[in-house]
């Protein structure tokens, strides 16, 4: 594969994408963020990649050792795209109407990514934003949709917001066979890195772990490994299958590897009652596999539900056990794909499961290197590779297509010296030089003598067709003092009748006019103090409490910038100007009458 260029701006760079991750936890990493992380270290060599995660946790700090750039931004999931709803439709312009959703849309500005690619089907807000300003995006399904009355509606989503759906099996497009995606469609398992797992040390690590847990070499292992324990995962079933087994086969051990919870502690109560505590050896969660693995001679794994993939049994198969399986979704594909057919069970057959465990214990079975052979012709780094490469060429083509229709709708041209601020993103920028220059506190827009009232709102995609310039620090020079007066005299700010607004693929949100300076005969508002929240009733204007004045100026310090701001038509007797400012921190609607007049602004605009 070769390193993607693309023309930006008249001049050759690499593309940039964005990969959001839903979650990044501190105790495992999930499938899905293992499948994120091994996509974002396949593309690096060859994009710019950026990892957006909620929080720290394992997967950010992975990142950051293989030297990706790592972002903090945490939003709102939409989880009735998994477990589809008679509402969802409502759910997702409600959540397009989100706080987070603005702030992404932020992010996407000072970023400036040239494709985005979100991870799990919950994972809509980063495709709302991507798509709001034209973005190209990479929807990556790592789980099959529950199908019911309302899945149409999930699917319609998902299809709304991507340009390409990326599965990581078969079993995860069941739920969009009714749906024409099949330009869209691409199918990218995971792949499986025996290097990583150092199997030249399985030998040493299966016998001191052994010695450690007090298995002797004479007893066989029946494993089950789940990094979370919960019923869909079937613990209850191999308790069950564990000790009908245990009665005609005591020389055998029987190994839970996980996490703890109510779960495991109801499955212990069947393992304390049976009698056969001693042969059950209970473990936490070992995020080194290799430590594990090697100790187990036979995995099984009685999923409940349709997995999207299985990881676990991939990696039992990657590791030479013999691995047992129920049919469940991906597990069915991915022993149907290496040559063991034969460990599948059907699903929720507890006899049938306690019959092939007996049948593979008295069994040697195939050759655990053919096996391991298997796993890399199927899921390893070339095959991976090879599914990926046409991927890329996809990508760099339309996002240069994407890249020169936002570049070629930059009309008119913005205005030197201008303030310009989006429909919902809470961020204002200033342009010099062709360039837009993310102002990013109060403080910094005040020490400029820059004024509210000078800001511009425009369509966020307008605004991505500017190149981006360096940031406006606090320190800058008081000559900035003259630049909203030169662009009010010089030129004439871009109106709403002649900026281009794009095509609306998000939730359908009330456009709201562009703020224009007062005429100078109008006494412009203090610059100190931008002007606070007001009421219109019944034609009197009535000014906040003294509290909620207090807490807006103890709050306004730390918050980003004021956000938006709309002039309200002129009467016959005064022009009134009504301000809105969107806020950071939920914490700063605790006051009951702030949060009425916030929801009051929202209707009107």
């Not at 593309?43 to 992975?62: F, M, N, Q, R, T």
């Not at 969802?88 to 409600?94: C, N």
């Not at 991507?162 to 469609?185: A, M, N, Q, Y």
Request: aromatic share 6%.
């Amino acid at each position: 594969m070769q390193e993607a260029i693309i023309k930006r701006w008249g001049s050759w760079e690499r593309m940039k994408v964005m990969l959001f991750s839903h979650m990044c936890g501190d105790q495992f990493m999930t499938g899905a963020e293992k499948s994120l992380l091994m996509l974002v270290q396949e593309l690096s060599p060859y994009l710019d990649c950026v990892l957006v995660v909620p929080e720290k946790g394992i997967l950010s700090s992975a990142a950051a050792k293989l030297e990706i750039k790592v972002i903090e931004q945490s939003y709102p999931l939409l989880w009735s795209l998994y477990e589809p709803e008679g509402t969802l439709r409502q759910q997702a312009v409600r959540i397009g109407n989100s706080e987070g959703y603005g702030e992404l849309l932020e992010l996407l500005l000072l970023q400036a990514p040239d494709l985005v690619i979100v991870n799990t089907c919950v994972n809509i807000l980063p495709a709302m934003a991507a798509k709001k300003l034209g973005i190209p995006v990479a929807w990556l399904i790592t789980e099959k949709i529950n199908e019911n009355a309302w899945t149409p509606l999930a699917v319609e989503q998902i299809d709304r917001y991507s340009d390409w759906i990326i599965g990581i099996s078969k079993t995860v497009r069941l739920p969009f066979e009714h749906r024409d995606i099949e330009h869209k469609w691409h199918l990218l398992p995971p792949v499986w890195r025996e290097e990583v797992y150092h199997p030249e040390t399985w030998d040493d690590q299966s016998q001191s772990q052994r010695q450690r847990l007090g298995i002797g070499e004479s007893n066989p292992v029946v494993g089950f490994i789940s990094a979370s324990l919960h019923k869909q995962k079937g613990l209850e079933h191999f308790i069950k299958m564990a000790l009908e087994v245990g009665k005609s086969r005591p020389d055998v051990r029987f190994l839970i590897a996980g996490g703890e919870g109510d779960y495991l502690d109801e499955g212990m109560k069947l393992i304390e009652a049976s009698g056969y505590r001693d042969r059950f050896l209970i473990t936490g969660f070992e995020s080194r596999l290799e430590r594990i693995y090697p100790v187990i001679d036979i995995l099984v794994v009685p999923s409940l539900v349709d997995e999207g993939f299985g990881l676990t049994a991939l990696e039992g198969l990657g590791f030479g056990k013999t691995v047992i399986a129920y049919r469940s979704g991906g597990l069915e594909e991915i022993l149907m794909s290496t040559g063991q057919g034969s460990g599948l069970v059907s699903k929720k057959d507890l006899d049938s499961l306690i019959h092939h465990v007996l049948e593979r214990l008295s069994d040697t079975g195939a050759s655990a290197q053919l096996q391991r052979q298997a796993v890399m012709d199927v899921y390893g780094l070339r095959a991976y590779r090879s599914r990926l490469k046409p991927l890329l060429r996809q990508f760099r083509s339309k996002a240069g297509e994407a890249l020169e229709n936002i570049q070629s709708s930059l009309e008119p041209v913005p205005n030197e010296g201008g303030l310009y601020a989006g429909v919902q993103s809470p961020v204002v920028f200033v342009v010099e030089n062709g360039k837009k220059r993310h102002i990013p506190t109060p403080d910094s827009f005040e020490a400029c003598g820059y004024r509210w009232e000078d800001v511009i709102q425009v369509p966020e995609a307008w605004l991505l067709g500017i190149p981006n310039g360096t940031p406006l620090s606090s320190d800058a020079p008081a000559a900035r003092l003259t630049h909203s007066e030169e662009a009010r005299t010089d030129s004439t700010p871009p109106t709403p009748s002649n900026i281009p607004v794009p095509e609306v693929t998000g939730p359908t949100i009330q456009q709201q006019p562009v703020i224009q300076a007062p005429p100078r005969s109008q006494s412009p508002p203090s610059q100190s103090k931008p002007l606070l929240f007001t009421h219109k009733r019944a034609g009197k204007k009535r000014k906040r409490t003294a509290r909620g004045r207090r807490l807006v100026k103890r709050r306004l310090s730390s918050s980003r910038i004021i956000r938006r701001a709309r002039k309200v038509a002129p009467s016959r007797r005064k022009r009134k100007l009504h301000f809105k400012i969107s806020h950071r921190r939920k914490s700063f609607m605790s006051s009951k009458r702030i949060r009425s007049t916030r929801r009051k602004t929202l209707k009107k605009l």
